[in-house]
């Protein structure tokens, strides 16, 4: 190999590792620093507790939702959000109540309400990834699979893509043409 094909190479490489350094998207480390995570707890969870409450969720399913922390550490955090006192949640709560708040806010887009969204979350799907159980059941599963599960399913009806008929959707008459008026 000659000098001109040795320097291209350590050129491609040099440039292969500016692209291998800068790489996709990565997430900032600060956004997990004590302090953040600090500032977003109090909000976060209050704001969980009101979803929970609206979706009728049992203490056992709180905690599900929540990683299931042993229940002196939740009622713990509880006290604490709703005197206002600081807390600090580890990174794997947030990313919980994240995907709950998420679920929370598509419903609102996709339903008519929040008794609609409650019905839809606890009612039968016929989704294949639901396999005709309600999806609250993977909300409940524990795992942040099923939490992100509903989320990615809903944040694609949410973006257009089609969802498949359920319970509610059976009464659902087409528009026709006489439907349509023009002014």
Same mark, same amino acid.
């Given at each position: 190999? $000659?000098?001109?094909?040795?320097?291209?190479?350590?050129?491609?490489?040099?440039?292969?590792?500016? +692209?291998? =350094?800068?790489?996709? $998207?990565?997430? +900032?480390? *600060?956004?997990? *620093?004590? *302090?953040?995570? @600090?500032?977003?707890?109090?909000?976060?969870?209050?704001?969980?507790?009101?979803?929970? $409450?609206? #979706? !009728?969720?049992?203490?056992?399913?709180?905690?599900?939702?929540? !990683?299931? %922390?042993?229940?002196? &550490?939740?009622?713990? #955090?509880?006290?604490?959000? @709703? =005197?206002?006192? =600081?807390?600090?949640?580890?990174? $794997?709560?947030?990313?919980?109540?994240?995907?709950?708040?998420?679920?929370?806010?598509?419903?609102?887009?996709?339903?008519?309400?929040?008794?609609?969204?409650? *019905? #839809?979350?606890?009612?039968?799907?016929?989704?294949?990834?639901?396999?005709?159980?309600? %999806?609250? /059941?993977?909300?409940?599963?524990?795992?942040? /699979?099923?939490?992100?599960?509903?989320?990615?399913?809903?944040? !694609?009806?949410?973006?257009?893509?089609?969802?498949? %008929?359920? =319970?509610?959707?059976?009464?659902? @008459?087409?528009? &026709?043409?006489? /439907?349509?008026?023009?002014?």
């Amino acid at each position: 190999m $000659d000098l001109d094909g040795v320097q291209g190479m350590a050129r491609r490489a040099a440039a292969a590792a500016i +692209d291998t =350094e800068t790489g996709p $998207d990565r997430l +900032d480390v *600060a956004r997990f *620093a004590p *302090a953040n995570r @600090r500032r977003l707890s109090g909000p976060g969870l209050r704001s969980f507790l009101a979803i929970s $409450d609206l #979706w !009728g969720l049992t203490e056992e399913q709180r905690r599900l939702v929540l !990683g299931l %922390p042993s229940r002196s &550490t939740y009622h713990n #955090w509880i006290k604490a959000v @709703r =005197e206002h006192r =600081e807390i600090t949640l580890d990174v $794997d709560v947030l990313t919980r109540i994240s995907a709950v708040l998420g679920i929370h806010q598509a419903l609102g887009v996709l339903q008519d309400g929040e008794r609609d969204a409650v *019905a #839809w979350l606890r009612g039968p799907h016929s989704a294949p990834v639901f396999g005709g159980r309600p %999806p609250l /059941d993977l909300v409940v599963s524990g795992t942040q /699979d099923g939490l992100f599960l509903v989320r990615r399913f809903l944040d !694609g009806a949410r973006g257009g893509l089609y969802m498949p %008929p359920n =319970e509610l959707d059976r009464g659902f @008459r087409p528009y &026709t043409d006489t /439907d349509i008026v023009f002014s």
